[in-house]
Each structure stands twice: as structure tokens, then as C-alpha cells.
């Protein structure tokens, strides 16, 4: 068994996945291996991954036989990860050349109270040309990190990160996107994988189930890149799924904060049932009180949601 495993979901990234390959590859920690786990792309993904896996024997590439999705994919590429550790890695993005030794380190600088199972090291925005400029001026100007919310902090307790969770408000991700984390293989299996119910908040949701429960370690130096461009999935969202982001993916986080038994220490904090409740009260009501027939689909969509997870029924009869 290897000590750390990158994992690398793809689907069409043919773009910048070279430069993602190298990245990994030229890791100054050495006992790794590269898993791809491709999920039936139509362009030179799968092309430009077999000739990375024909270079480096320590890539494992896998091709699914049938799509299963974005959030399906992650999880994929966990599944067949193989480490004591997993370092995700985005087809957009790019490790800086100590990353992965970077964070082994930090993960052996633990205190009382934190065990290290939640890596996350600070990233660099790379803003290419032809983002929209709304989206442009959000990763420039807008972004709430670790450091803003835990200032001159390293080690983060469990009930302090739920304070901050409620704090900062429910769907602000401060963590940061995957490729930032590192996490026990052990770990994802004790606290099961990315909730397929969710879109776009489903790295903040995952953050938050371990986060919650494990606490996590912070790295304030920029270890990895984050690509945003007009193709990728973040654009995307953010100028198609606005209804999905700002409302039903907030319903599902919601319903999982005061309900789901991963979320017990979340629970535990004062307060926390009376203001998630009431929160949860708001979005339903307020998806349920769009009355225009502009907005059916959203209504449907509130339906199906609710078909899902009867308990919701609860906020909206209130």
C-alpha cells in the first residue's frame, strides 16, 4: 500500500489535464500513486491519461463502463484509491511541487484534541480569460477562507468548526474546493462518500461531515491551483443551476445538518437545532411560495425533494 493517493475524477478535461499530470507527477514525496478514474469522455481525456499511465507506472487509469455523474465519479475515484491517505486532484487544477510533503508534515504536527484525518492547504485562483465577470470578481474579491474564519489557527477542534459552520452561514464554503484536501482513506469509509443529492455543495457538505466530527489542520501557504474558466463546472453552475445552488442544495444541506446522525456534534451546538430549523422553514417556504408560472419547474423540483425526504412536508404545513 502506497502512502498517499491522488485521485483525479475526469470527464472532459482534455484542456488542462497535461498540466494536472505533471503536476502529480513531479510530487517531491514519491511513495504516491495516480488514480484516474475517467467517466466516458467524448474528447482526448482518456487519450492523454493512457499516455501519462504508459510514462509513469504508478498511474492507474479506469474508464467507467457507463456515466454515473460528477458526484458519482468523486467517489468512484475514491473507491479505487489504494492509500493511507487520499489527495484529491480536479482535471482543471494543479499541486504545487511540495504539496503532498507539505501536508504529510503538517498531518504529524498534531495537539491535543486533533487527530489529523482533514488536511487543507490555502490555493491560488487562476482566472482565465472569458469568465464571466461576476464570477471574476467573486474569486478575486469575495472568497471567504480558512484563515478569514480562523485567523493565525492551524488546528481546528470539532465544535469549534461547527460554530463556525453556523456562524458564517449555511452553503458559505470556506474550506475550499477538493483539490485543497487531503484525507484518511479510512476516514471516507467510516464517514461514507460525497452525498450524490447534492450539486454544488457537495464538497462543503462532505468537509462538514468530518470537519464536525474530526476537527481538521490548516495550512495557511498555497499549495495547489484552482482553475476557474467558462467550461468548468463552477462556471457552469453559477450560470445555469442558480435555482439548484441558492436553494435546493441548501434544502438537502439543511435537512442533513438536523437530521442526519453524522451531524450529532453539529446538533450539540447551542442553538444549532432552533436556528437550523427556522432556516429550513425559510428556504421551503420560500421555494413553495413561488406562485408564478415562470417558476414551475422549481415547484416540481420542491416536490421531488420532498418525495425524497418526507420530513420536509413538516416545514412546509407549518
Known amino acids: 500500500m502506497v502512502e498517499v493517493s491522488i485521485s483525479i475524477p475526469t470527464y472532459n478535461g482534455a484542456l488542462y489535464l497535461e498540466e494536472c499530470l505533471e503536476s502529480a507527477i513531479r510530487q517531491s514525496f514519491s511513495d504516491i500513486e495516480i488514480v484516474i478514474v475517467d467517466d466516458c469522455s467524448t474528447d482526448e481525456t482518456f487519450e492523454i491519461a493512457g499516455k501519462f499511465a504508459r510514462r509513469d507506472n504508478r498511474i492507474n487509469l479506469f474508464q467507467n463502463k457507463t456515466r ?3 458526484v458519482e465519479n468523486w467517489n468512484k475515484a475514491i473507491q479505487c484509491s489504494t492509500g493511507t491517505w487520499i489527495k484529491f486532484l480536479f482535471q482543471d487544477d494543479y499541486l504545487n511541487k511540495d504539496c503532498v510533503k507539505e501536508m504529510l ?4 504536527k498534531t495537539e491535543t484534541g486533533v487527530v489529523a484525518k482533514l488536511i487543507v492547504g490555502e490555493r491560488n485562483f487562476v482566472i482565465e480569460k472569458g469568465v464571466a465577470e461576476h464570477l471574476k470578481d467573486f474569486y478575486e474579491n469575495s472568497v471567504t477562507t480558512l484563515h478569514d474564519v480562523f485567523p493565525g489557527r492551524s488546528k481546528i477542534l470539532p465544535d469549534e468548526f461547527s460554530k463556525a459552520i453556523l456562524k458564517t452561514g449555511v452553503g458559505l464554503n470556506f474550506v475550499g474546493e477538493p483539490s485543497s484536501v487531503m484525507i484518511k482513506r479510512d476516514t471516507c469509509f467510516h464517514y461514507s ?14 468537509w462538514t461531515r468530518i470537519g464536525t466530527n474530526e476537527g481538521l489542520v490548516y495550512i495557511p501557504e498555497q499549495l495547489s491551483g484552482f482553475r476557474v474558466h467558462a467550461l468548468s ?10 435555482f439548484q445552488l441558492d436553494r435546493l442544495d441548501k434544502i438537502v444541506l439543511l435537512h442533513d445538518y438536523l437530521y442526519h446522525p453524522s451531524y450529532e456534534n453539529l ?21 413553495a411560495g413561488l406562485e408564478n408560472v415562470a417558476y414551475n419547474d422549481e415547484a416540481a423540483s420542491l416536490k421531488a425533494l420532498t418525495g425524497k425526504f418526507p420530513i420536509l412536508k413538516k416545514y412546509l404545513d407549518e
Open 105 to 108: 508534515n503538517a498531518a504529524e
Open 267 to 287: 446538533r450539540k451546538t447551542p442553538n444549532a437545532e432552533i436556528a437550523l430549523s427556522n432556516h429550513l422553514k425559510d428556504e421551503c417556504m420560500s421555494v
Open 193 to 206: 462518500f460525497f452525498n450524490p443529492n447534492l450539486i454544488h455543495l457537495c464538497d462543503l457538505e462532505y
Open 233 to 242: 463546472a463552477s462556471a457552469h453552475n453559477h450560470a445555469n443551476n442558480h
Open 68 to 70: 454515473l455523474g460528477l
